[in-house]
Nanobody
Framework: QLVESGGGLVQSGGTLRVSCAASGFTLANHAIGWFRQAPGKEREGLSCISSSGDSTNIADSVRGRFTTSRDNAKNTVYLQMNSLKPEDTAVYYC??????????????WGPGTQVTVSS
């Protein structure tokens, strides 16, 4: 299972780091993606990081503000969010691929964590 944590309420311009932890399997073998879904909107892909962490992809919509990293020793992947805007308000999800490299889709999903950015 995947579980996200670290969401919450933050003011516009603030920072937040959300984490994705796994139980029952080793994240180190899997590429991990971050997604978000705001009310009434489609799910949006934000990032992907390869199993080793040597390759990352960031969506244009958040590039320059969001970064992703991982600590395989802690079996955890992170999404660092800076310069947050009210339009970043959404439920944030992490997802694991069956494969070590990005671009192969995602097969396991966490329940999500709410991020709310106040203006």
């Amino acid at each position: 299972q995947l579980v996200e944590s670290g969401g919450g309420l933050v003011q516009s311009g603030g920072t937040l780091r959300v984490s994705c932890a796994a139980s029952g399997f080793t994240l180190a073998n899997h590429a991990i993606g971050w997604f978000r879904q705001a009310p009434g909107k489609e799910r949006e892909g934000l990032s992907c990081i390869s199993s080793s962490g040597d390759s990352t992809n960031i969506a244009d919509s958040v590039r320059g503000r969001f970064t992703t990293s991982r600590d395989n020793a802690k079996n955890t992947v992170y999404l660092q969010m800076n310069s947050l805007k009210p339009e970043d308000t959404a439920v944030y999800y992490c997802a694991a691929s069956l494969y070590p490299h990005c671009g192969q889709g995602f097969d396991y999903w966490g329940p999500g964590t709410q991020v709310t950015v106040s203006s």
